[in-house]
């Protein structure tokens, strides 16, 4: 930074938050206990469900991991897996509690869907989000369920959507 210049503004959630993608393999130890931690930050803690958050999918080799960060730390965080059938699945999106309302989960979203690019995908939504995944291309596909106490509907977003987007 130049002597004259000012230093940027910490209030502004959306400054200098960096998109990065990797597979597992990519991951540099830091980064994988960071993104680890808010997931189980949001889910495990956050939402108060007791469940296997280390799946063994981050680990597959179809898998990448997309987040936002401010500084190295993450500010929002999803997987895309490679599913049978050329099918892409979205899953664990998160958001650091400080960092909502700052339209990251919209431009994670953005993100993700440039790495699906025309393939089909799939996610399971939590219920009260349904709206917030249809602006994307989302359409339920299924009937809603509950898991670890959560109203979820399964969503889908089929290769056509990407037309034009």
């Known amino acids: ?23 597992f ?37 179809g898998t990448r991991h997309l987040w936002l960060a401010r500084d190295r730390a993450p500010v929002a965080y999803l997987r895309l897996l490679a599913d049978p059938g050329g099918v892409e699945r979205i899953g664990r999106v998160a958001v650091a509690r400080d960092a909502r309302g700052g339209g990251h989960a919209g431009r994670l979203m953005r993100e993700a869907l440039t790495v699906v690019g025309a393939r089909p995908c799939v996610l399971d939504a939590q219920a009260h989000l349904v ?12 009937p809603e369920y509950v898991e670890d106490g959560i109203p979820h509907v399964p969503m889908r977003r089929e290769a056509a959507a990407t037309a034009g987007r």
């Open 25 to 61: 393999a990519d991951l540099d130890t830091r980064t994988l206990h960071d993104l680890l931690k808010l997931r189980v930050d949001v889910f495990v803690v956050e939402q108060e469900c007791a469940y296997p958050e280390l799946d063994g999918r981050d680990v597959e080799p």
């Open 1 to 23: 930074m130049h002597p004259s210049q000012s230093p940027p503004r910490r209030s502004d959630p959306s400054e200098r938050v960096g998109f990065r993608v990797a597979s």
């Open 131 to 142: 709206d917030f995944y249809a602006r994307y291309g989302f359409t339920t596909s299924g």
